[in-house]
């Protein structure tokens, strides 16, 4: 994935996942799936595939336990 410039010029930064970016990033996940499944997926296998999402501690779990970057604007 290629990160463009922000309209200042300055790059997205990059910093380790923290556990108060569970709520932001569950969201994230849900929409991409929701948005960009759509074409390829019915909307059984889209609700399933969200549902799995549903545990936010398994999910926070999950990003803690290998190297997770989030990029941020500011």
Known sequence: MIL???AK???PALRP???K???????IA?????QLAQD???SGQIEAWVASFD???AFAA?????LTLVATLE
Not at 21 to 26: A, E, P
Not at 62 to 66: D, E, F
């Open 4 to 6: 463009s410039a922000t």
């Open 9 to 11: 010029g300055t790059p």
């Open 17 to 19: 996942f923290l556990p």
């Open 21 to 27: 970016d569970t709520q932001i990033l569950l969201r």
């Open 30 to 34: 849900r929409a991409s799936i929701e």
């Open 40 to 42: 390829e997926y019915s």
């Open 55 to 57: 545990d936010e501690a």
């Open 62 to 66: 999950r990003l803690a336990a290998g």
